[in-house]
């Protein structure tokens, strides 16, 4: 049997991730990328490996695959090289280019619970016969594969769907036939359309509607054949030159069904197996708060605690946010701890950075005893819970100087020639008060069990969402078991990576498991800048994998734009944040009340960052954009359009200063988002809206509902006037087309 190498290599791979136990060889060797062929010798998914990609499709007698058992050889331009003949020599469809596919299908493609997995496939044969195609698909964990049709739509282009009814990996896989009866149809159609004799044609048709009989089960196969007979006694009625009741049979709907019910088995081409992974809803719509539970307190003589961030929830619930980000409240070290604004030098009474992770009151599974304890946490999670929020946990797989890993376990840290641990560095920024884990320690497997084991804790204490710090900087293998690995047993488990790195690295992170990631929006500003980025995030194959989660601001990122810009451009940035992507997110409270002076000029630290001390907040000054951001989120819960990302479309308008855009679901429900991107000033411009691609009538007026003010417009026809101002820097449009 010819093995292709390449997959081999893959599943073997795959196989060794999967199998890895710590303390216990790996049963499948692969080193450097090239695993051991022996001739003759096929991968199978293991028990311990599970299926991956090219698990087995469907087979046995309905179904030929190009590689066969039973085989032949070509002749002399290829001798020695093994292929399906006796099998495959007479499968005649080609599938190919099959979506949603990651890298040929090596990595899943992402989907959301409860929603339409849309496939599609180039599908198509040699000469004029038509084909059929069927999508196959079940969860990994159900032996039994369910089908449904595939439509054929434009240049050969073939599309379905099946719901993702249940959280994990999915599998599906194409299986095309040459269609007999819908060639046959056609032909018979075509030549009495020409006016040539149908009356043998109409026999071939009995014949063929005969064979799906014998196959078929139950009343189909009674009727099946009762059309069968019904045929062939038209072709006697066709001969004598009567061809209508013959050519209205054939027609006949009830037949059509009837027969792709039972579509001929074989031969049949089979596409590979291809995986989706479906995370419940949160993973695909969210809106995020970030914030310091040390910054909650209410008494600005003191710094807050775990009880406080409890007593903030109602404010964040009132806003519309539905996770709650807590940077680390593990102890903190003291050694080289960080003092204000970041200083090499701290002084008496900083807290430090909460990254500098352990101290000698524990480490990674422990609370800094000045937040206060387990029980004050568990409380955050249930009473976040009842209000519908996650809190979702930062791992940050880092260390202090006096974290109780660097004297229990010396070997995972790099030591410098003098005897010293090297602190982090990414010249020329130097974190004296952190030791990065060295994934590079012979002692790696009892490393990246503890650190599999952190998170298992924190699982068991209901956190199911975690914002990984930096996962660039620790290896991509790494991740490619853990996340599986913990996704396997909590399969509603949520990672967002924080990787601000090269955009290869961000997308392959993406691809290995975490459910969504940060991305460059904070740095897009003008026109062009969003929509191609916008575009490239959700048009192109990225939307098969990479689930953006936009930020307009963190505490590590105080933009230019919102340093200068004012209250009208937070709200700018806001709106984009907020409709561009189903995910998104604030670091507040230093957002809304619109926090804007920078460490020093030309800096993107903030001024008195919370990074590294205590801030108190007045949440009721007039100022604050709660009110506001409590109608933006609720415009995205309530409008289903703006909880995905694929129908995103940009308008044209004829100022650079402003940008329109449209997002739609069925219903149908149509947003326009347009904002100033100019924000201290008017502007004002003709927007262009594609009525057609909206399927808006040109020649009458329609309504717009501005969900932010409250006002309501009409316009009519593709092109219509907008002005905004710094008062009024965005519209969020409900655009209701003309009943």
């Given at each position: ?88 020599g ?11 596919s ?24 040699d ?17 039994e ?30 299986r ?9 149809h ?9 006016g ?21 089960e ?56 291809f995986?989706?992974l ?13 914030m ?32 709650l ?25 900083d ?16 609370i ?8 004050d ?65 012979e ?22 969402v ?8 620790k ?23 924080e ?46 994998y ?32 907020a ?11 230093a ?23 205590v ?32 129908t ?7 100022n ?11 219903g ?52 219509n ?19």
């Amino acid at each position: 049997m010819l093995v292709r190498p390449d997959r081999l290599v893959r599943s073997a791979a795959r196989a060794a991730l999967a199998c890895f136990c710590v303390g216990r060889a790996i049963t499948v060797s692969v080193f450097h990328g090239i695993a051991e062929v022996t001739k003759g010798v096929s991968v199978a998914s293991s028990e311990a490996g599970g299926r991956a990609h090219g698990a087995a499709a469907p087979r046995g007698d309905a179904i030929a695959t190009a590689a066969s058992d039973a085989t032949g050889t070509l002749g002399d331009g290829a001798a020695g090289v093994e292929i399906g003949i006796e099998a495959s020599g007479r499968v005649r469809p080609v599938i190919s280019d099959v979506r949603p596919s990651v890298d040929g299908g090596r990595y899943p493609a992402k989907a959301s619970l409860g929603l339409p997995v849309v496939v599609t496939a180039d599908v198509f044969t040699d000469g004029h016969d038509q084909v059929a195609c069927t999508l196959l698909f079940r969860h990994e964990d159900e032996a039994e594969w369910t089908t449904a049709p595939m439509v054929s739509m434009d240049n050969d282009r073939w599309t379905g769907d099946f719901v993702a009814e249940a959280l994990g990996t999915h599998l599906f896989c194409l299986r095309a036939t040459v269609d007999w009866f819908g060639t046959w149809h056609h032909d018979l159609a075509a030549k009495a359309e020409a006016g040539q004799p149908v009356d043998v044609e109409l026999l071939v048709g009995s014949d063929i509607v005969a064979a799906v009989a014998e196959r078929a089960e139950g009343q189909d196969a009674v009727s099946l054949r009762e059309w069968a007979d019904a045929l062939h006694d038209t072709a006697v009625a066709a001969a004598r030159g009567d061809a209508a009741p013959g050519l209205e049979l054939a027609a006949s709907a009830p037949l059509f069904e009837a027969v792709g019910r039972w579509p001929d088995p074989v031969p049949a081409a089979t596409s590979d197996t291809f995986r989706v992974l479906v995370d419940r809803e949160r993973a695909r719509f969210s809106a995020w708060y970030e914030m310091f539970p040390r910054s909650a307190s209410p008494d600005f003589s003191r710094a807050g605690t775990l009880a406080d961030t409890t007593a903030r929830l109602p404010y964040v619930a009132a806003m519309g946010f539905d996770t709650l980000y807590l940077p680390p409240i593990h102890p903190v070290g003291t050694t080289n701890r960080k003092g204000r604004d970041g200083s090499d030098t701290g002084e008496l009474g900083d807290p430090g950075s909460p990254w500098a992770i352990g101290s000698a009151a524990g480490g990674h599974t422990d609370i800094d005893p000045a937040l206060g304890t387990f029980v004050d946490f568990d409380r955050l999670v249930r009473a976040a819970a009842d209000l519908g929020i996650d809190v979702a946990l930062d791992l940050a797989f880092q260390c202090s100087p006096n974290h109780p890993w660097v004297s229990e376990h010396p070997e995972w840290f790099r030591h410098l020639p003098d005897g010293s641990i090297r602190y982090a560095e990414n010249p020329p920024k130097r974190y004296q008060d952190v030791y990065p884990l060295d994934f590079g320690t012979e002692a790696w497997r009892d490393l990246w069990a503890a650190l599999h084991e952190v998170v298992r804790f924190w699982i068991a204490r209901g956190v199911r969402v975690f914002r990984v710090d930096n996962p660039h900087t620790k290896p991509m293998r790494f991740w490619e078991w853990l996340i599986p690995s913990v996704k396997s047993e909590f399969t509603d488990v949520i990672f967002l990576s924080e990787a601000f790195t090269r955009p290869r690295i961000m997308e392959y992170l993406a691809k290995i498991g975490f459910c969504q990631s940060y991305t460059y929006f904070t740095w897009r500003n003008t026109k062009s800048e969003l929509e191609s980025y916008l575009t490239e995030l959700t048009r192109t194959d990225m939307a098969d994998y990479f689930r953006p989660n936009l930020w307009p601001n963190t505490p590590d990122i105080l933009h230019e734009t919102l340093q200068a810009g004012g209250r009208a451009t937070f709200v700018a940035r806001l709106v984009l944040a907020a409709t561009l992507a189903s995910n998104y997110g604030i670091y507040g409270p230093a957002f809304e009340l619109q926090e804007h002076v920078a460490r020093s000029e030309g800096s993107e630290e903030y001024l008195h960052s919370e990074k590294y001390e205590v801030r108190h907040w007045d949440l009721a000054r007039p100022d604050n954009l709660a009110p506001l951001i409590a109608t933006v989120n609720a415009a995205r819960r309530a409008h289903p359009a703006l909880q995905h990302n694929r129908t995103l479309r940009f308008h044209h308008v004829d100022n650079d200063g402003l940008i329109a855009y449209t997002k739609t679901a069925p219903g149908p429900d149509i947003v326009l988002i347009v904002v100033n991107l100019q924000a201290t000033r008017p502007n004002e411009g003709w927007v262009h809206l594609d009525v057609d691609a909206l399927g808006i009538d040109a020649d009458r007026p329609f309504a717009l509902h501005d969900l932010l003010h409250g006002v309501s417009y009409e316009w009519r026809g593709a092109t219509n006037y907008v002005v905004l101002d710094p008062a009024t820097p965005a519209h969020l449009f409900h655009l209701v087309p003309p009943g």
